[in-house]
Nanobody, 123 residues
Framework: QVQLAESGGGLVQTGGSLRLSCLASGLHFGNYAMAWFRQAPGQDREFVGAITWSGDNTYYPDSMKGRFTISRDNAKNTLYLQMKRLKPEDTAVYYC????????????????WGRGTQVTVSS
């Protein structure tokens, strides 16, 4: 049974930093491209970025470049999202997703999803 479990969310002040983790189990982690998405209340799911199977390449939409960094440790079956200079508009539930193919922001193509972790940025 495949499971993705996000952790590391919480309450942080504007300008602060957080590192989210996503622990994968039940799959061969290195065979999956991974991505982060987020969703704020009443808003559409938003693509944060993605990382290739080996971790040698990442992709971020323009709106996410500069403050978000995705990395992975295949030996630990773990995906990371480092967030810095956080703003109130970054408040959302953050999800990790996995798929054997490189889908980038096409969220409905991802095979597996975590349940999300809440990030709240206070002003």
């Amino acid at each position: 049974q495949v499971q993705l479990a996000e952790s590391g969310g919480g309450l942080v002040q504007t300008g602060g930093s957080l590192r989210l983790s996503c622990l994968a189990s039940g799959l061969h982690f290195g065979n999956y491209a991974m991505a982060w998405f987020r969703q704020a209340p009443g808003q559409d799911r938003e693509f944060v970025g993605a990382i290739t199977w080996s971790g040698d390449n990442t992709y971020y939409p323009d709106s996410m470049k500069g403050r978000f960094t995705i990395s992975r440790d295949n030996a630990k079956n773990t995906l990371y999202l480092q967030m810095k200079r956080l703003k109130p508009e970054d408040t959302a539930v953050y999800y990790c997703a996995a798929d054997p193919s490189w889908w980038l922001g096409v969220w409905d193509e991802y095979d597996y999803w975590g349940r999300g972790t809440q990030v709240t940025v206070s002003s």
